[in-house]
């Protein structure tokens, strides 16, 4: 490595610890912090990032980078450095044309709104959140401008999450999937077999759930020598370092998918984490991608491996050995159908694979008529109930179970929810590829094998963190840019088998 | 507040910030860090004491201090300011002289030596400690080299845990107390009649262990809504912020005193540190004034308090309907001569209060000698082994339960041990002033009622936090400096009635 990339490498290195501090705090905030402890904790979190934004920002480091580029310029991208480099850049300019004084409005109207929004949830009173909303929405509408020329007001938002996805693909991807989801959705309801989840709606002990949840995840590969498993309110994974990646998960006395799905998901996200290469550690590419890839990994491993009927060949005569009363008597077929249940519900977070990409088109097509001008907010509710007839057929009874459901907006989180749609689209596309260089993948999954998995996804994906862009990386791997197809392929066989269609 | 201190709070609050930033991390990697983040932590602690450390010295923060000192010159000490400024140069002084190489590569070495005693200890192999502490110790003396001239090469050591007590005063104290402290074991071993601990060496289950000791500090004052309680190799006090101070404790499934007096001995620090009144919070002053004063806090708790007879009359009738087979026939003057045993014992931590000091004094004198260089780290344990039989009358067989027992040299605390004893003369200096301000103090604590104890620590100790140094509090509050007659006493009519000497 040479001496300038060296020396911004040292540099990263202390932002990176700042922001694993940030990290570490915010882990604690969540899980074990007592009540009192908030006050402070929001002040010392303030000041971290506050602390690790002026070390990006400053002249110093934009030295030390310039320096660096041309230093690694004639590099291939393979090398951790050019990438490094690459990256770097790239958020570097990004945060450069931010305005400090747009950074601090912002963060003090976010951080307004957040209250501003529990309140609102917690009393279904959509006009108590509008203003704070409107302030928000005209803010991310300025920080779009600071982007100029862009292709669409929606782009600089969603390169936030997503670098390198346009609005105009995301949309040319949804509006194929939108039709075929709801088209599949109606067959499930009109000619399907009914399903009963009334085996997984039963009382089931929580700690037998930790303990098989605990179980199976060691199975997938999940290094407790470098992670843990706690309880939080909303689920998350956080890293600390490649080294120390921690999952959280919540249980549901009378629910058995709410954990146990929650922990593969989470867990999928964490093996994405512990399985970068070391050489990235303590740089900004010790970390997944994007939002989409990342959502790729704790969807397949949720919903591709965890959903599956190979998966429970394997586990569920464990599982009820566990729970002999519950599910002594209840056969593998009915089982797997009732995990797998199709129903249009109202709150994302509780949606089946089905509807779930329908919840987030709704989401995606209403922020861009925000963005673009062409919705008020005060008419937000109206068209948020408006589609969920069109795209779910139920209509939300007030708002908190409806246009006030989540967290996102209150942060200015514009641009983030396309990216758990496109993840499960990353999933399929990654997983036709495996089933390809894995023939006996099923019969593996059956075995409760997953090293031949795991080592793909490693050799494919995790090692290499952050240091190709989401396209790059589809493109090395399946050779295609990002499709819709193998999604609607992967939900056409899944539920017209499960749901007994043609 | 002047404009000038104002500024001088704001650069404290953020280094305050930090501060707390690495004492969560530091509370996660004693609790509940997967092995595999030991090297990323390391890491981390570091940069942030790293950056901790270059604000309070850099110019920008003397050209503060300054300005803050003559805003401030004709206030009394009795204002918040005018004692938080003299703090702070004092501070500021004693770190100027130290270089931010010097502190990083200490935090970094620390943090790497503090697993590996770990293992040592666990495998009982000093030779896999001695290089990490090779350089610990060379580091400190480095360290003292900074402070020169000194009278005393530990001086600058202890004064950084007890400020303005130099080794020479603490000599002339354990002087006088180590001769009588023997003495008084001779005594007890020779004429005193026999205490069997048998009643609190029987299998206690772990879990009601925890409930008791939840059950008990609550009573003496410790807010969970601002603190809890968890496991811990080896148990300790941490604080975020006023109100969020967290202890820790450990649990012997064979032996009730373990858990039980380092839950109460922690709850001891932690009453101090939320009783810090909150205009003092985000300073430095929000903090105990000094190890020994932080000392007499958990050792009084612990046994003036929890070891006493009084407090048992209230608890005891409690603990036996807790463990009623192993506790039901045990009378109340058995049990309470059970938790008095006075045993020379291997470990410091399971230390009586009669022999408790010896292993201080031991400590005190090997840092001496290994600080002055008289004493190599390889002889470390044979110096030691040689103490405990001059001292004790008996020898460890190994070094687990010989000179690896200890944390401390493996977070480099050469000066720490010192204050251990030094607490337990405060505590009864304190002890003695407190018998007199609340004549019926053993009648309250029968009746379980500590309300009146923890309103006179309040007034007197708590609240001042870290305002006065500790030998002006000793003056305020009981006319008189630091002496070892008051606990000589305490020790001599104790012991004397325990074991019925005379």
């Given at each position: 490595m040479g001496a300038k990339t060296e020396r911004l490498r040292e540099l990263l290195g202390e932002i990176f610890d700042l922001n694993a501090a940030s990290a570490v705090l915010g882990w604690d905030q969540q899980t074990?912090?007592?009540?009192?402890g908030a006050e402070a904790r929001a002040q010392q979190l303030s000041t971290l990032s506050r602390l690790s934004h002026d070390k990006f920002v400053c002249d110093d480091f934009g030295a030390a980078l310039q320096s660096a580029q041309s230093e690694v310029a004639k590099l291939p991208l393979e090398n951790d450095d050019a990438a490094l480099v690459r990256r770097t850049a790239r958020d570097f300019d990004k945060q450069h044309r931010v305005p400090s004084e747009w950074v601090a409005e912002f963060s003090l109207e976010t951080a307004r709104a957040h209250p501003i929004w529990e309140k609102a949830r917690a009393e279904a009173d959509f006009p108590h959140f509008k203003p704070a909303l409107e302030i928000i929405v005209r803010l991310k509408r300025d920080y779009a401008e600071?982007?100029?020329?862009?292709?669409?007001?929606y782009d600089p938002l969603i390169d936030d999450f997503e670098p390198g996805m346009p609005t105009r693909q995301v949309k040319a991807v949804f509006d194929i999937l939108r039709p075929q989801q709801v088209e599949l959705l109606r067959a499930t309801k009109e000619h399907g077999r009914p399903v009963s989840d009334a085996p997984v709606r039963q009382a089931f002990d929580i700690e037998k759930q930790r303990q098989f949840g605990v179980a199976v995840i060691k199975e997938l590969g999940y290094d407790f020598n470098r992670g843990r498993l706690d309880k939080a309110v909303h689920p998350f994974t956080t890293s600390f370092g490649i080294d120390d990646v921690r999952i959280t998960t919540r249980y549901d006395?009378?629910?058995?998918n709410d954990a146990l799905f929650s922990t593969i998901h989470e867990c999928g996200h964490a093996l994405y984490e512990q399985g970068i290469t070391s050489s990235l550690d303590r740089t900004p590419l010790a970390s997944g991608t994007s939002m989409a890839v990342h959502e790729s990994q704790s969807r397949m491993w949720e919903n591709f491996v965890g959903r599956s009927r190979p998966f429970w060949v394997a586990f569920y005569p464990r599982l009820q050995v566990l729970f002999p009363g519950l599910?002594?008597?209840?056969?593998l077929a009915d089982f797997y159908r009732a995990i797998n249940k199709v129903e249009p519900s109202l709150i994302r977070v509780d949606a089946d694979e089905a509807t779930y990409n329908l919840h987030i088109m709704l989401r995606f097509e209403l922020e861009i008529e925000l963005m673009s001008g062409t919705l008020a907010v005060q008419d937000l509710p109206e068209a948020w109930n408006a589609r969920m007839r069109d795209y779910l057929g139920i209509t939300p009874p007030d708002d908190a179970q409806?246009?006030?459901?989540?967290?996102?907006w209150s942060f200015g989180g514009f641009g983030y929810f396309p990216t758990y749609a496109l993840g499960n689209l990353v999933a399929a596309q990654l997983w036709e590829q495996i089933a390809k260089d894995i023939p006996d993948l099923e019969a593996q999954i059956a075995r409760a094998e997953f090293a031949g998995l795991l080592a793909w996804l490693r050799e494919n994906i995790h090692r290499h963190g952050a240091k190709y862009y989401p396209v790059e990386l589809l493109q090395r791997v399946t050779g295609q840019d990002l499709t819709p197809e193998p999604y609607l392929r992967y939900l056409r066989r899944k539920f017209g088998e499960v749901y007994d269609l043609r």
């Open positions: 074990y912090m007592p009540p009192g600071f982007f100029r020329p862009y292709e669409h007001v006395p009378d629910f058995l599910l002594g008597k209840v056969k409806g246009v006030l459901q989540d967290v996102h």
